[in-house]
């Protein structure tokens, strides 16, 4: 479905969930805006018990001026709008969400789907913030987002608040989302400091005396009253501060699931990779190394975990987390090659690209992938390589001429060039301005003349590399443990399927 697809309709009544938050309220803005610039009969709406009462939410709707409209559907009235309802942030027939009926019903949403699915829908759980969403969509249809300060500025406050504060962005769109919309800062900064409430602060505190801790993995849990999910990242940093915990996590409920914030301050636990653990199957979770944070769905975790309590949940994952990988620290590490098959990389061309072809050695560059953005600086033997998956990995001119060729211009780009869920992008960071790093891609195709060793693992490990000290390749059971024959200490990861079609076993 396209925005553009509902433009059958006259009226169009937009639909925020219950007990509205930035996002929505930000999403439901940009489709409003869209709809009424098409001549549409368009209004923004939401319901449930309460007014907005939130002193920034108040103010957002005040000085971005949202046209929202609070409606007031009484206990088993049924509100009927003519046109197309569009839930926006939420699924249409969800707890959140009071009910409206409509002949026609879609859905624009960044939450795990909850209800069987109607035709009509969009829904991306992979996305920090429906706002982002949004913004994509408009986009794809032409709409200037950027010509609109106040729309630019809803949209970045609604992906600032569920991202608790940029803090859980993981999603490589979310960031480019930050980065293109023009914002007004001066009212960014207003809604900032109007965020917290006595009564969250009194919530923030009863939280920190209630927390367990696990002494062996030096992690604590805190189960929280409900609250604006920013008070978890707060409770969370606060906890980062006393010397015996090293990592935490801090969640409470919401209507359709529980909200949670991760943090760590070791490099042995990257927080967003422990967020995606603790709502795999059920959620999803994201952020940055240090600070991370998700949503398990209310219906997903019943139907799951039906006897079991959350807090029982989240110590009792935290404790498997701990318990699921062997840390190698490749520069110490002695390999056992008894344990390990021989193999050589197939003739398969990859792309790569020399980085100062692309900019003058010595800028510093941020290369945005789907796995995370990687921060160099360009210097003349650098080499960017992009794998079959769109994985994107440095290598240098020693290495690389050692272990592939450059193909000729002849060969077809779609050879060595592959579709991906997210192309990646070079940044210049003195500058900001943004680069498809496969404009600048050639092809170049392995030697077959670099060997290595490898076995299947059995247990997850996390490998910090000769090339990266500080931060680990995390390998899952069933991926592959690599190491160079000619270089023991050049350990590294192979995803399971891309071993698979990039190595063969040498009898």
Not at 5 to 24: F, G, M, R, S
Request: hydrophobic share 35%.
């Amino acid at each position: 479905m396209r925005l553009s697809d509902l433009e059958v309709y006259d009226k169009i009544t937009i639909q925020c969930h219950d007990n509205p938050d930035a996002d929505t309220l930000a999403s439901g803005y940009g489709l409003y805006r869209y709809y009424q610039s098409k001549g549409k009969d368009v209004r923004l709406v939401y319901s449930g018990r309460n007014k907005i009462q939130k002193s920034n939410l108040a103010l957002m709707v005040e000085k971005l001026k949202l046209p929202v409209e609070y409606v007031s559907v009484g206990t088993g009235e049924v509100l009927h709008v003519e046109g197309v309802l569009l839930t926006v942030d939420c699924q249409f027939g969800s707890g959140n969400v009071t009910g409206i009926s409509s002949d026609h019903v879609a859905i624009i949403d960044h939450h795990q789907l909850e209800k069987a699915a109607i035709s009509q829908s969009i829904i991306n759980p992979n996305l920090g913030s429906c706002a982002t969403l949004v913004w994509k969509l408009l986009r794809e249809e032409g709409f200037d987002v950027n010509g609109d300060e106040t729309l630019g500025t809803a949209l970045y406050y609604g992906l600032y608040t569920d991202t608790n504060q940029f803090s859980e962005l993981y999603n490589p769109l979310d960031m480019d989302m930050r980065e293109a919309v023009k914002v007004d800062k001066s009212l960014i900064t207003l809604f900032r400091n109007s965020n917290l409430s006595l009564r969250e602060l009194e919530i923030a505190g009863i939280a920190m005396i209630r927390y367990s801790y696990n002494d062996d993995y030096e992690f604590a849990v805190i189960k929280s009253q409900p609250c604006d999910p920013n008070i978890l990242g707060l409770i969370s940093d606060f906890l980062l501060q006393v010397d015996a915990i090293k990592s935490c996590v801090v969640f409470n409920e919401v209507n359709d699931g529980y909200k949670f914030s991760v943090r760590s301050c070791i490099r042995e636990v990257n927080a967003s990779e422990l967020a995606a653990f603790l709502s795999e199957g059920i959620g999803s979770g994201g952020g940055h190394y240090e600070k991370a944070g998700g949503f398990i769905s209310l219906k997903l975790y019943e139907e799951h975990y039906p006897t079991l309590h959350t807090e029982g949940y989240f110590n009792n994952r935290m404790t498997q987390y701990f318990d699921s990988f062997e840390l190698i620290y490749a520069e110490d590490y002695e390999v056992d090659l008894s344990a390990m098959k021989k193999y050589v990389k197939r003739k398969i061309p990859v792309a790569c690209v020399k980085a100062d072809e692309v900019l003058p050695a010595g800028t510093p560059v941020t290369i945005r992938t789907l796995e995370g953005d990687i921060d160099l600086t360009v210097e003349e033997d650098l080499y960017i390589m992009i794998g079959i998956k769109g994985e994107v990995y440095p290598n240098r001119r020693e290495k690389f001429q050692k272990s592939y060729r450059m193909l000729d211009e002849t060969h077809d780009r779609s050879e060595y060039i592959h579709d991906t869920e997210y192309v990646p992008v070079i940044k210049n960071r003195l500058n900001g301005q943004d680069m498809l790093l496969t404009d600048y891609a050639r092809g170049c195709v392995p030697t077959g003349e670099v060997f290595i060793y490898a076995r299947p693992l059995e247990k997850g490990v996390k490998v910090f590399t000769a090339w990266d000290k500080q931060k680990y390749m995390l390998g899952r059971p069933g991926d592959y443990l690599a190491v160079r024959c000619n270089d023991l200490h050049d350990i590294y990861v192979v995803e399971k399927d891309i071993f698979a079609r990039s190595y063969d076993e040498i009898s």
